[in-house]
């Protein structure tokens, strides 16, 4: 009979230690992104990076990474989705992409961090660059740009939200525990940690003065009932309560994007408090000024950016706005309702006559002008009926608001002509074509920067250091876009 024989199988030993030959630079293959990256920002000045660097040759003390690197590092990252400075030090360790730009270097994640919020005006430098760079490539044409808004969340919680009182009174504490610990001198714990626990206690300390000065200059905006009302994070004082796209709300900023419509590049870039888009336009126009030296010849931008005052700024800097003509009358529908009056007594209801410049009221009487409205793009003419017509009128329920004591007033608008003219231009097919590209083009690096660079929600506190995590995935969104439009089809011949 014959022997069963044993299968000889190679044994893993996972005791032993093991020396490998790399070749950095095989790496990657030639095609690979991360080269792509690298190769751009090679293109760009880094001057003023360099120019910030303390360690000099022959000089004392530990060389500084390299801005290009440390640039090529985070726009990588962020290429892959990878925000967080602790992630990317561990992917030096791993990734052959992170390995190649490192030369097998492991970047610490203090270094990582510090380098990406501490250089905002080097960095708004460089986007400055890259837009000449690609406008060179003929990437941007200025001839239309689409401009829309995105709110990212902000680093704090809707439960961080807080009200005067207890603002003042966490205030107090903060102060008293930053008195307390520079009394206190010696302790028994290391001085390393101790300084550590100091500084700790000053920052929040400085956070809750910085609340408090957010909670009285948003109390300013607003007053009585409503002022008190206010509430401010404790975390993040500058972030807001915003609409989610999704549904609900929570603690945002709001990042307006500008979109050159030829090939889909980021023009400008920008964080602001507001919950809003309405009035963001024009900043963001001059932005685009500012960046690339002139405005573009149209831009397009979704009914939140409209408004009769944007109309006729925007005719006053000649850049053809496409938007919906939302007809905003003096007196809305709701505002009506909310006063109590019935809808068959809504201004429709009563007969001008522009002969006599009078109103006629379903029950005949007369309403004569008694005042005048100035408002941007729009002037409005104020009608009212005798206090004592209404007074003795049946209808007077459904007519008037509630509580009031003159009698019905009704508005009439005019449209400044320029207001108007708009209007016209967007009744027509051209106009309207134009404006259903909008969503396509515009919206598409909103939805790029948060579902490829992950900015769904901010790593940092403060409108500033948002704005840089904005900008960071906006120079990594038009690398790519360079990339793949340029570098690899000339790599593919
Ligand atoms: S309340 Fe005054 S305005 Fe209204 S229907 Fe009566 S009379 Fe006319």
Do not use: N
């Given at each position: 009979m014959k022997e069963q024989s044993v299968a000889r199988v190679v044994v893993v030993n996972r005791q032993q230690m093991a020396m490998r030959v790399v070749s950095v630079e095989g790496l990657v293959e030639a095609g690979h992104p991360v080269r792509a990256i690298w190769e751009f920002v090679g293109r760009l000045d880094l001057s003023r990076f360099y120019e910030r660097i303390e360690a000099v040759e022959g000089g004392e003390g530990r060389p500084a990474w390299d801005p290009r690197m440390m640039i090529s590092l985070w726009a990588y990252a962020y290429s892959r989705g990878v925000s967080s400075a602790r992630e990317v030090s561990r992917l030096c360790e791993c990734d052959p992409g992170y390995q190649w730009l490192t030369g097998l270097q492991v970047v610490n994640h203090h270094s990582l961090s510090d380098f990406r919020v501490a250089h905002k005006g080097e960095l708004e430098g460089l986007f400055t660059q890259m837009l000449g760079v690609l406008s060179n490539e003929g990437l941007i044409t200025l001839e239309r740009v689409m401009h829309d808004g995105t709110k990212i969340k902000a680093c704090a919680s809707g439960k961080s939200f807080r009200r005067e009182g207890r603002l003042r009174a966490h205030l107090e504490k903060a102060r008293e525990q930053v008195r307390l610990m520079e009394e206190a001198g010696e302790e028994e714990v290391a001085p390393r940690l101790a300084e550590a626990r100091r500084r700790a206690a000053r920052e929040h300390q400085q956070r809750m003065e910085q609340a408090v000065r957010e909670l009285t200059r948003l109390q300013e905006a607003k007053n009585g009932e409503e002022g008190e009302k206010v509430r401010v994070s404790m975390t993040d004082p500058e972030a807001r309560i915003m609409k989610q796209a999704g549904g609900g709300f929570a603690p945002s900023y709001n990042a307006q994007i500008s979109t050159d419509a030829a090939h889909g590049a980021i023009v400008g870039v920008g964080?602001?408090?507001?919950?809003?888009?309405?009035?963001?336009?024009?900043?963001?126009?001059?932005?685009?000024?500012?960046?690339?030296?002139?405005?573009?010849?149209?831009?397009?931008?979704?009914?939140?950016?409209?408004?009769?005052?944007?109309?006729?700024?925007?005719?006053?800097?000649?850049?053809?706005?496409?938007?919906?003509?939302?007809?905003?009358?003096?007196?809305?529908?709701?505002?009506?309702?909310?006063?109590?009056?019935?809808?068959?007594?809504?201004?429709?209801?009563?007969?001008?006559?522009?002969?006599?410049?009078?109103?006629?009221?379903?029950?005949?009487?007369?309403?004569?002008?008694?005042?005048?409205?100035?408002?941007?793009?729009?002037?409005?003419?104020i009608y009212e009926a005798k206090a004592a017509d209404c007074l003795q009128c049946p209808m007077k329920g459904q007519c008037c608001s509630r509580n009031g004591k003159n009698g019905r007033s009704i508005r009439r608008a005019e449209l400044h002509p320029t207001v108007k003219d708009w209007i016209d231009k967007m009744g027509t097919e051209e106009a309207k074509a134009i404006y259903r590209n909008r969503a396509q083009i515009a919206e598409f690096p909103n939805a790029w920067i948060k579902a490829k660079c992950c900015l769904r929600q901010f790593r940092s506190r403060g409108i500033h250091k948002a704005g840089i995590e904005v900008m960071w995935a906006c120079f990594t969104y038009n690398v790519q876009l360079w990339a793949r439009l340029c570098w690899r089809p000339a790599m593919t011949g």
């Open positions: 964080l602001t408090k507001s919950g809003v888009d309405q009035g963001e336009l024009e900043p963001a126009l001059e932005r685009i000024e500012q960046e690339m030296g002139r405005l573009p010849e149209q831009v397009v931008v979704d009914g939140g950016y409209i408004g009769w005052e944007t109309v006729l700024a925007l005719d006053g800097m000649q850049v053809d706005l496409i938007g919906p003509a939302v007809e905003r009358g003096p007196q809305q529908e709701e505002q009506l309702v909310r006063k109590g009056i019935a809808k068959g007594f809504h201004a429709a209801a009563f007969t001008y006559d522009p002969q006599q410049d009078t109103f006629t009221c379903p029950e005949g009487k007369i309403l004569k002008r008694r005042g005048t409205e100035e408002a941007p793009g729009r002037t409005s003419y």
